[in-house]
């Protein structure tokens, strides 16, 4: 008979073991269609700064003061301006986009280290470790090769980095699966 608490690690798991082979999917595309997932990566931010700056637009009319007003118009109006460009010029979005991967790489590289520090005691923390080395190297390529690669590097290197956490995951929550039954 298994415990309450066994079964709500075993749910959890279960979601986290499907999460886990999603992003291993997701990556192998990135893969194969780089150009095809950063262009569509481009795109997506383009419409959800659209619809964000549409959506400060809206609450600056409920806001109460003159200042609040003024400033969520202001924040509203450069999100869709910001998000018409990308949609109009999507390879100058791309570009922006591959830079800013690697800055976000390089801070989820520091944060997987800290993270598998805090969790060295628990079985397959070092996937932390090697996820954490893996984002590392791809934020370095990142910068090293911009801009003369952003035609590819966005797409392989989400697809590269969306795979390897993908085993990374499937892998920690594996291990607590079985540490818990």
Known sequence: MTSPAQRSVHSATTWSI????????????????????????????????IVSGILHLIYAWSAGRATTVIWEVLVGLVYVAIGCYVLVRPVVGLAGLTLGLGAYLFIEAILEFIQSFQLRTVPGAGWLVFDGIISLIIALLIWATWPSSIGWVLGTLVGVSMFVRGISRLALSMAVRRAVT
């Open 18 to 49: 499907v999460l886990s082979v999603l992003m291993i999917i997701a990556g192998i595309l990135g893969i194969i269609l780089p150009s095809v997932v950063g262009l569509a990566v481009t795109i997506l931010i383009g419409w959800l700064l």
